[in-house]
């Protein structure tokens, strides 16, 4: 696997690989990473000819007081294990090769709608952060195709919404989330949780679970249910920005006529932000 740590010597590179019809896949990081990236990449490498994995700690999709500062950094690593999973290239650029004039006057993306509520409510700028840097990637790699977790479901819409909206010729693929034998969901922010929280952070897929269940008996007092939820939730130590219930497609609140929904959650165990998803179609002939 070659590292490449500027543009024009990565687009060189992939400039001869196109010529040769070369399909090229890039999954999009921030490093640090564990078993869930490794299952996007073989996910990715299935579908492409050359797999490029990116690793940047964006600076703009972290807001004030957030853990930008000691986000873990460990590309030796990752190096090591994107090598040994069969990555052909790695791009770790800099803040300085990303963002050449500063970050004061940055031309942004937007992605109005989607990127407001949920996440976007408690964590403002971020998803414009996320889609600007994005856009970035792609017009850097070129990219056939680029694949994303589902476990951030409100970035994956967004990201969804962007690479439509903007006539990127990206096809985005959605990676399932992995999880801990206990179901916790596999993050790299799971490394701050001190040993009494990491038995207690289950909890928030099991809540999940139940409320997609008591929709599956019938249940479809929406607000009800978020409501049952962030009090188990609250009752185990957690602190929940939020518990909803929305329509899968538009992340709007989910009314009785919704068919395919989507529970999210966002919940803090001591200093740790958590978030996890469950999508179900009602629809469908047996939903699960």
């Known amino acids: 696997m070659d590292t490449f740590h500027e543009r024009a010597a990565l687009r060189a590179r992939l400039q001869e690989a196109r010529a040769r019809g070369r399909r090229i896949g890039l999954l999009p990081t921030m490093g640090n990473l564990h078993s869930g990236h490794i299952a996007l990449l073989e996910d990715l490498r299935r579908v492409c000819d050359i797999s490029i994995c990116s690793i940047f700690v964006n600076p703009t999709q972290f807001g004030a007081g957030e853990d930008f500062e000691r986000y873990p950094r460990t590309l030796p690593q990752d190096q090591e294990r994107l090598s040994a999973a ?3 290239l790695l791009f770790a ?3 300085v090769e990303m963002y050449p004039h500063g970050l004061t006057t940055l031309t942004t993306v937007t ?3 989607l990127q407001d509520g949920l996440c976007g409510a408690h964590r403002p700028g971020h998803f414009q952060g996320v889609a600007s840097v994005v856009s970035k990637l792609f017009n850097i790699v070129q990219p056939d195709v680029a694949i994303f977790g589902e476990k951030d479901y409100q970035q994956l819409a967004v990201l969804r919404r962007m690479t439509l909206d903007l006539d990127f010729p990206v096809q985005i693929l959605a990676g399932a989330t992995r999880r801990d034998a206990d179901g916790l969901a596999l993050s790299s922010r799971n490394q701050y949780l ?4 990491r038995q207690r952070a289950p909890m928030l897929y099991r809540t999940l679970q139940q409320m997609r ?4 008996s019938g249940i479809d007092d929406y607000r ?3 409501s049952s939820a962030t009090g188990l939730l609250e009752k185990s130590g957690f602190h929940t920005d939020y518990f909803s219930v929305v329509d899968a497609d538009s992340l709007q ?3 009785a006529q919704t068919r395919r929904l989507t529970l999210l959650v966002a919940a803090r165990l001591g200093e740790t932000r958590l978030i996890d998803n469950i999508s179900l179609d009602l629809a469908a002939p047996t939903a699960t």
């Not at 269940?213 to 599956?216: E, G, Y």
């Open 93 to 95: 650029p800099s803040i």
């Open 224 to 226: 009800m249910l978020e």
């Open 194 to 197: 001190r040993p009494d929280e």
């Open 253 to 255: 609140p989910a009314g």
């Open 111 to 113: 992605v109005q709608g």
């Open 86 to 88: 069969g990555c052909d």
């Open 213 to 216: 269940d008591a929709i599956l």
